[in-house]
């Protein structure tokens, strides 16, 4: 038995198959692109850091600042102080810890 050549219409329809199948995926690409890859980004954007305040005692400048580190991994500032001079005008300070999950304003009064 000899098989003969698929037919015109038959070819026209393989055709038009695959046509359709590329449009599909197209769209489907698409439909990814816009509205579940800008998502999956925003879902990654850090988050903002826990804002603190630390005021020091009346007649303090601040002199230094160091980050003590619990074990579990919280870092604390610990601040060393002098005797403000009376020329001297109150200041603020601004200090993230190393991780960034928290920042820590430290205003002299």
Known sequence: MYNSPPSITTRAKITLAIFYAAIL?????????AFIKPR????QIPQQPVVQQLLLPAGQKLKTVNWHCAAVGICEPWTLTKPR?????????VYQNADGSRKYIIKEQ
């Open 85 to 93: 001079k009376s020329d001297e005008r109150p200041e603020n300070y």
């Open 40 to 43: 999956a980004a925003a879902a």
């Open 25 to 33: 995926l197209t769209c489907v690409y698409a439909a990814y692109a």
